[in-house]
């Protein structure tokens, strides 16, 4: 029953394509950039418990422009920075890159490849950019939701999300449809 209800959506929405993606200072990430690839496809990304799967996720989010910090699991975006309390060596901000593929032109960017970058500084300021150029964080929202790669659940499954909906009831199931 799941497996064709994602089937169904798979048709409806042909999903952007992350290519790569580049963070610094982000969470478990340190100082040093961190950069991970994807292939076109359903990607499912596999470790040990605490090696920081969740928080690529989260980087992701975060780059694309989430502004609450409990979407991406921590108690204010400050904390989002590597090590903000401890006894850190680095600089006090962090940095998320996020390259999409753009062959087909569903960003609205005429560029095969676009890449956006956000930097948040410990004060909690964010710039943006695109493609190296500065943008609104509202023009870039508007920019993902025309190429149907908003933040919505239909993009992105976070940790725990597929458990929870393999375990509900039908009656459960249910009344959250309805919702």
């Known amino acids: 029953m799941l497996e064709l209800d994602i089937r169904c959506v798979r048709s409806i929405y042909t999903l952007v394509h992350i290519k790569k993606v580049d963070i610094f200072g982000f969470k478990s990430f340190g100082f040093k950039t961190t950069s991970v690839n994807f292939e076109p496809g359903l990607v499912s990304i596999s470790g040990p418990n605490g090696s920081g799967k969740s928080n ?11 502004n609450k910090a409990r979407v ?10 590597h090590d903000i309390d401890g006894n850190r060596h680095g600089p ?12 087909d032109r569903r960003i ?3 560029s095969d490849l676009v890449t ?3 930097q948040m500084s410990d004060k909690g300021e964010s710039d943006y950019h695109l493609d190296g150029k500065k ?7 508007d ?3 025309m190429a149907n790669a908003d933040l919505g659940p239909l993009n992105a499954v976070q940790q725990g999300t597929v458990t929870r909906i393999s375990e509900m009831t039908n009656e459960e199931k249910e009344k959250r449809s309805k919702i």
């Not at 006090?92 to 062959?103: A, G, H, P």
Request: hydrophobic residues 50%; glycine residues 2%; charged residues 30%.
């Open 92 to 103: 006090k901000l962090t940095r998320v890159k996020v390259q999409f593929d753009n062959s």
């Open 116 to 118: 956006i970058t956000r």
């Open 143 to 145: 920019m993902f939701e």
């Open 108 to 110: 609205p960017v005429d």
């Open 135 to 141: 943008i609104n964080r509202n023009r870039l929202l």
């Open 72 to 81: 991406m699991r921590a108690p204010n975006l400050r904390k989002l920075i």
């Open 56 to 66: 690529i996720l989260d980087a992701i989010i975060f780059a694309m422009g989430e």
